[in-house]
């Protein structure tokens, strides 16, 4: 069964960055494009950002935008967001997913996710 | 920018039917998904594409959809289900994904 395991989370200072990254298994990661996608605490899901399953295109949320940028390493089946300028918004547990359709730019839905890791800033 | 518009709160009997609606404009052109999310867990997929369900989610759980308003139906209702539904789609480019509120689900 298709798996996505996120690490990187952790205490940062507000004005500072952080590296997530999601570690994809047990499907053709390459083949599907990725998204991050948060929840501040007691809040609902927001969007943050999608690479396409090629990783040339990048789309992201307006209030990360500029902030935050999503790459994908192919040979090691890996995504990353690099966040800096953090804010106290930018708190919360960061999950990835997988698109549901492969090999497309565009997106429908989000079919696997990961456990989420938690972001904190101070 | 782009939404979609969930009630906050749903509450039902255990055995009863619980729907859960999600309005948006882009709706009668944009496929919804719908998933579930219990305290300190991940989203899981309940319905993609509108209707379907994926391998392994319960028959009592369905979607439909009817113009800019889709649908989860809970049918019946298990004390279980208490947790929060999250609907989503994409806009109209369909780069974008977007996020519905959330709805409580309250088993009475």
């Known amino acids: 069964q298709a798996q996505l395991v996120e690490s990187g989370g952790g205490v940062v200072q507000a004005g500072g960055s952080l590296r997530l990254s999601c570690a994809g298994s047990?499907?053709?990661?390459?083949?599907?494009?990725i998204h991050w996608v948060r929840q501040a605490p007691g809040k609902g899901l927001e969007w943050v950002a999608v690479?396409?399953?090629?990783?040339?295109?990048?789309f992201y949320e307006e209030s990360v935008r500029g902030r935050f940028t999503i790459s994908r390493d192919m040979s090691k089946n890996t995504v990353s967001l690099q966040m800096t300028s953090l804010n106290y918004d930018d708190a919360g547990v960061y999950y990835c997913?997988?698109?549901?359709?492969?090999?497309?730019?565009?997106?429908?839905?989000?079919?696997?996710w990961g456990q989420g890791t938690t972001v904190t800033v101070s | 920018s782009y939404e979609l518009t969930q009630p906050p709160s749903v509450s039902v009997s255990p055995g009863q039917t619980a729907r859960i609606t999600c309005f948006g404009n882009?709706?009668?052109?944009?496929?919804a998904f719908w998933y579930r999310q219990k305290p300190g867990q991940a989203p899981l997929l309940l319905i993609y594409?509108?209707?379907h369900r994926p391998s392994g989610i319960p028959e009592r759980f369905s979607g439909s959809t009817s113009g800019t308003t889709v649908t989860l139906t809970i049918n019946p209702v298990q004390a279980e289900d208490e947790a929060d539904y999250f609907c989503?789609?994409?806009?109209?480019?369909?780069?974008?994904?977007?996020f519905g509120g959330g709805t409580k689900l309250t088993v009475l």
């Open positions: 997913a997988k698109d549901y359709i492969q090999t497309t730019v565009t997106t429908t839905g989000l079919d696997v």
């Open positions: 594409k509108n209707s």
């Open positions: 690479i396409s399953y090629d990783g040339v295109h990048e």
């Open positions: 882009a709706l009668p052109k944009q496929y």
């Open positions: 047990k499907f053709n990661f390459n083949k599907f494009g």
């Open positions: 989503q789609s994409a806009d109209s480019s369909s780069l974008y994904v977007v």
